[in-house]
T-cell receptor, first 114, second 114 residues
Framework: DGGITQSPKYLFRKEGQNVTLSCEQN?????MYWYRQDPGQGLRLIYY???????QKGDIAEGYSVSREKKESFPLTVTSAQKNPTAFYLC?????????????FGPGTRLTVT | SQELEQSPQSLIVQEGKNLTINCTSS?????LYWYKQKYGEGLIFLMM?????EEKSHEKITAKLDEKKQQSSLHITASQPSHAGIYLC??????????????FGQGTTLQVKP
């Protein structure tokens, strides 16, 4: 079955620790995205990658970092510099970024930092 | 102020009733996507609209985009408990046509009472 997997489903960390969220897709999609969802605010774009070994900042990139070493993988690191890291994180992918391709979403990771 | 506004924020309807969710943009869209989300899960793609005046239907859900490409509506006919969830609209704008970047509305939470 083709799709996007995110792991783990729930993640708990202490303040000051970096944490990496996994995102893997087997859809052979070129473009991948990371969004953050907070109650009442919809989704906000953190980072996106249009092709392997290339990525760009989204609207709220501060305190986050990504890598795109393989086409199928786009991990997100939440660093200790992120002031409000507790949120629901969603990874998405699309066939490309130029045309109006739909984005397919993973099941999400809920991160709680205390 | 939000670039993409959804209304209402929440909706409770009796099973069998019709309902409409609106999505209004402050500027002309390149494309408009509708997604559905169960709480704590990923987004499921419903429909994408690109042309002014376009209308698409899937089962009991119909989405329309106005001629000016600034407003979209999602209409559910004869609602069922399975329609319950969060509905989100996402917009692509002409300036971001090569990035695949989506701007999301805040979401509309729908409850359907049996």
């Amino acid at each position: 079955d083709g799709g996007i997997t995110q792991s783990p489903k729930y993640l708990f960390r202490k303040e000051g620790q970096n944490v990496t969220l996994s995102c893997e897709q087997n859809l052979n999609h070129d473009a991948m995205y990371w969004y953050r969802q907070d109650p009442g605010q919809g989704l906000r774009l953190i980072y996106y990658s249009q092709i392997v070994n290339d990525f760009q900042k989204g609207d709220i990139a501060e305190g986050y970092s990504v890598s795109r070493e393989k086409k199928e993988s786009f991990p997100l690191t939440v660093t200790s510099a992120q002031k409000n890291p507790t949120a629901f994180y969603l990874c998405a992918s699309s066939m490309g970024s130029g045309s109006l391709y739909e984005q397919y979403f993973g099941p999400g990771t809920r991160l709680t930092v205390t | 102020s939000q670039e993409l506004e959804q209304s209402p924020q929440s909706l409770i309807v009796q099973e069998g009733k019709n309902l409409t969710i609106n999505c209004t943009s402050s500027k002309t869209l390149y494309g408009l996507y509708w997604y559905k989300q169960k709480y704590g899960e990923g987004l499921i793609f419903l429909m994408m609209l690109q042309k002014g005046g376009e209308e698409k239907s899937h089962e009991k859900i119909t989405a329309k985009l106005d001629e000016k490409k600034q407003q979209s509506s999602l209409h559910i006919t004869a609602s069922q408990p399975s329609h319950a969830g969060i509905y989100l609209c996402g917009a692509r704008y002409p300036g971001s046509s090569n990035t695949g970047k989506l701007i999301f509305g805040q979401g509309t939470t729908l409850q359907v009472k049996p």
